[in-house]
């Protein structure tokens, strides 16, 4: 079954600790995508990744890389420089605009990062 | 600036139907989207809006009026499983990104 995948689902970070969020997904989507998702807040856009190789802030990058090494992979790390890091994590994917295949966006299951 | 408002919280009986609305401002308009959210998981895809108007897949509709900034989710012959967070998103047509509302989260009662 095509889909997206996320891991682990749980995530435990210590102070001053870096650690890597995985999304993988096989729907052949050239773009992809990182939400964070707080209670009571909508969902805010980290990075994005219209295409391999490039990527682009999104609206709260700070404290947060990644890398579009793959078309199938998009994975985030969340630094130490993340002061407020526990939240839940969402990656999504879709076709990229203007290829005429609709641009809905389509979201993997979520990592829950806590601080310990 | 960009604007997206939903109701935080709604309820309703099994059976019956709910409307939920969403009103938008934004700089420019290039799509709306419902996903439908239930604790702790991902948000499923349920409709896309880009014309005025009404679209129907099954029990759920959704309605679009540009000139008025506003859409609503419409369930009909509500389940116990419809009880879950129902998020509004609208696609800027300037920066391609898709911005979020907080969510309404929907309980379903017997």
């Known amino acids: 079954d095509g889909g997206i995948t996320q891991s682990p689902k749980y995530l435990f970070r210590k102070e001053g600790q870096n650690v890597t969020l995985s999304c993988e997904q096989n729907l052949n989507h050239d773009a992809m995508y990182w939400y964070r998702q707080d209670p009571g807040q909508g969902l805010r856009l980290i990075y994005y990744?219209?295409?391999?190789?490039?990527?682009q802030k999104g609206d709260i990058a700070e404290g947060y890389s990644v890398s579009r090494e793959k078309k199938e992979s998009f994975p985030l790390t969340v630094t130490s420089a993340q002061k407020n890091p526990t939240a839940f994590y969402l990656c999504a994917s879709s076709h990229r605009e203007g290829t005429g295949l609709g641009e809905t966006q389509y979201f993997g299951p979520g990592t829950r990062l806590l601080v310990l | 600036g960009q604007n997206i408002d939903q109701p935080t919280e709604m309820t309703a009986t099994e059976g019956a139907i709910v409307q939920i609305n969403c009103t938008y401002q934004?700089?420019?308009?290039?799509?709306l989207f419902w996903y439908q959210q239930h604790a702790g998981e991902a948000p499923t895809f349920l409709s896309y809006?880009?014309?005025?108007g009404l679209e129907e897949k099954g029990r759920f509709s959704s309605f679009l009026s540009r000139s008025k900034g506003y859409s609503y989710l419409l369930l009909k012959e509500l389940q116990m499983k419809d009880s879950a967070s129902y998020l509004c998103?609208?696609?800027?047509?300037?920066?391609?990104?898709?911005?979020f509302g907080t969510g309404t989260r929907l309980q379903v009662f017997p």
């Open positions: 998103a609208v696609r800027d047509i300037n920066t391609d990104k898709l911005i």
């Open positions: 934004t700089s420019g308009f290039n799509g």
């Open positions: 809006n880009v014309l005025d």
């Open positions: 990744s219209q295409i391999v190789n490039d990527f």
